[in-house]
């Protein structure tokens, strides 16, 4: 029995996350075409008609653009709380009635031998929140889109196998680059995005005993690096007293390739 996933896609152009156990197979949203979205299936090996259901974390283009076709498709339960659905719908397009599902901040639903709790976060969206999967004593947790990394949700994740978690931008390049200012002081304000050194220090607070890999996500194409996320991350952490590589390793995501298919 075993807790397995890949981060299909992540990063400004699209998002999408695949959790399976042996009973239970769930996509985390689907922020590609759907066309896009078999393809990244098909290289990880897994069957998108095998699927058990989709959550949303929220409404944003980047995280709900495939999320109403796959639905269809593969005639799939979609799962969001009561606000997000009301800003998502009509970008999802037409679904029946035994396909939308109602998932709140801060419940806990099992799904066969799968427990999914979600969290609220602060982020510029109707009602944003993630998700941490529970299975056999392991736990997974996502974590982007956050303006900032409250306690309360330090406190749900702490002590994670497995954290998938944002690490948006780099200061420098995001102040010195091509971005209007009105979209940076968003990017930088507490309803945007966390940056690599936030989340570094953040990380360093809920790293745990049992963490023993930790994924950096949803970074900007304009305004950071997979090499830079690594190396501030990497140095803040071990400035605290982590280092990287010993108990636990840092992992890229990307917003065109899935990571490999991997056990929590």
Known sequence: MSLRFSVLASGSTGNALYVETD?????????????????????????????????????????????????????????ANAKTWQAMEKALGTLTTDQRFHFEIGEVKTFADLEVESFGVSHDAAEPMFYVF???????????????VSERIKKTIENADTLIFEANHDLNMLRMGRYPWNVKRRILS????????????????VIGDRTERIYLAHLSLDNNMKELARLTVEQVLQEQGLAVGERFRLYDTDPYKPTPLAVV
């Open 190 to 205: 507490d309803v945007g995005h966390v940056s690599n050194e936030d989340a570094a220090y953040a990380l360093a607070e």
């Open 134 to 148: 529970h299975h056999d004593g392991k736990k997974l947790v996502l974590a982007t889109d956050m303006g900032y």
């Open 23 to 79: 009973k239970q197979k769930l996509l985390v949203d689907a922020g590609l075409s759907g066309k896009k979205m078999d393809e990244l299936f098909q290289k990880i090996d897994c069957d998108p008609s095998q699927l058990n259901g989709i959550l949303v974390t929220h409404e944003h283009s980047d995280h709900i653009k495939g999320v109403g076709i796959i639905a269809r498709k593969y005639n799939l339960p979609i799962y």
